[in-house]
């Protein structure tokens, strides 16, 4: 165990190395976004009345806090400072040319009564609640057509105090779907930057029908056994940018979405230009990155580099079914390192229930032009299980120098599925044993020609130093 997990430490040194390689081909939307905005009006939260004790309810000294600075909308924007303290609180909404800045000893902490987090109508492009049919929880941190916001702090915690949303979850109690800490909806320019997510309710930060959103220097936190407390979930968004997160959690890490069945069909409103990069992740239930199953409105053009994934069930993750419709294409992930996986990749044809029992059986995913690329692991217990859809075979599944150090003795299972391989150990299913260094039919990432001129050295150079590596791991 030792001698692996110090082989864990160089394969994560040696893909930090690769990233600042890489960085300069990701979204040039990415560098457009400003992690902070001068706001030339501020005011501090105990102006308002707060008390940041713990037990005092502060909602509406944020919600009056907020109102009061909508007049400034126009005049440059405000600022709402949260200083040391606990400050419990109910929902509140945002509002345009906002910074919420919370000090480093602040926690903003949600309320352990639900009647403070409002019932509203649910996704149009998930037609229910996702948990339960009808209306869901307002998330702790909410706002809708917004636009410049930037919800950010010295690392201080924003804490929904999920326990007892987990145990009604458990004991089937609930009356609507729980509620997320930050949702924001239909809005553009959007910061959310170095804080601390803990114990959220449900998802973390759901950015849902948005543009130009920046996720960056967030530390996301809940116990490995928490229910479906996902990470970051972009939903329906585009020009959408995750960069240096932490995040341990029971369900995936990151996970891209857009609307479920016949309503994310209807909706039709794709997730897209997502780049993600310098993620460590730990998951106990999900994935360190994945897609769906919730893909019915589309998903394409992400770019994911530098993953670090450890004591995580899988590794990488796409989840569709029939009646989802959609797309999920164009997907490039590289500079993946996984220690304590149990399944490296997986790609699975028939996950997750339905809205309703009006979904149409017909509708059947497209999975193309997925992309995985110099990708290492040690203690992983099985490389891949990618299984198509019977009459919808995945198409364009590219592997190229994958090294996994695998325990099973049947490292790929693979079904319904076409694709190619390249520098793949253990080698992989005969589906994908096409060399992909011979075809051009490979989705690149959409990168520069300086790309193309990097990546024969990135592939030649992982090659030579993961070869003697992976054989110590197996001794």
Known sequence: MRR?????????????????????????????????VYRPHSVTITEFGAVGDGVTLNTKAFQNAIFYLNSFADKGGAQLFVPAG???????????????????????????DSSNWPAIDPLPSYGRGRELPGKRHQ????????????????????????????????????NYTRPHLVELMYSTNVVISNLTFKNSPFWNIHPVYCSQVLVQHVTILAPLDSPNTDGIDPDSSTNVCIDHCYVRNG?????????????????????????????????????????????SGGISEVR???????????????????????????????????????????????????????????????ISNITIENVVGVNVGVAGILEGIEGDNFSSICLSNVS???????????????GYSNSVFPESCEQLRTDCGQTPVCYDGGSSSAAHAQAPTYRSSASRLLNPLLNLATL
């Open 404 to 418: 996994l150090s695998v325990q099973s003795m049947h490292p790929w299972n693979c079904s319904l599925i076409q």
């Open 251 to 295: 369900d995936d890490a990151i996970v891209i979405k857009s609307g479920w069945d016949e309503f994310g069909i209807s909706f039709a409103r794709p997730s897209t230009n997502i780049s993600i990069s310098n993620i460590t992740g730990e998951t106990n239930g999900g994935a360190g990155i994945a897609f769906g199953s919730e893909m």
């Open 4 to 36: 692996s997990t110090s082989l864990f430490q160089v394969l994560v040194v040696f893909t930090t190395m690769v990233e600042t390689q890489w960085s300069s081909v990701s979204g040039t939307y990415c560098k457009d976004m400003a992690s902070s």
């Open 304 to 366: 994911a580099e530098g993953l670090h994934i450890s004591n995580s069930m899988h590794g990488i993750r796409i989840k569709t079914a029939p009646g989802r419709g959609g797309y999920v294409k164009n997907v490039y992930i590289a500079g993946v390192s996984m220690d304590n996986v149990s399944m490296a990749i997986r790609i699975t044809g028939n996950f997750g229930e339905h809205p309703d029992d009006k979904y149409d059986r017909n509708a059947l995913p497209m």
């Open 139 to 174: 998330s702790l941190i909410f706002g809708s057509n917004l636009t410049d916001v930037i919800i950010t702090g010295g690392n201080g915690t924003i804490d929904g105090q999920g326990a007892i949303w987990w145990d009604w979850f458990h004991k089937r109690t609930l």
């Open 86 to 112: 606990r400050w419990l609180t109910g929902s509140f909404s945002l509002i345009s040319h906002l910074t919420l800045s919370l000090d480093k000893d602040a926690e903003i902490i949600g309320s352990p």
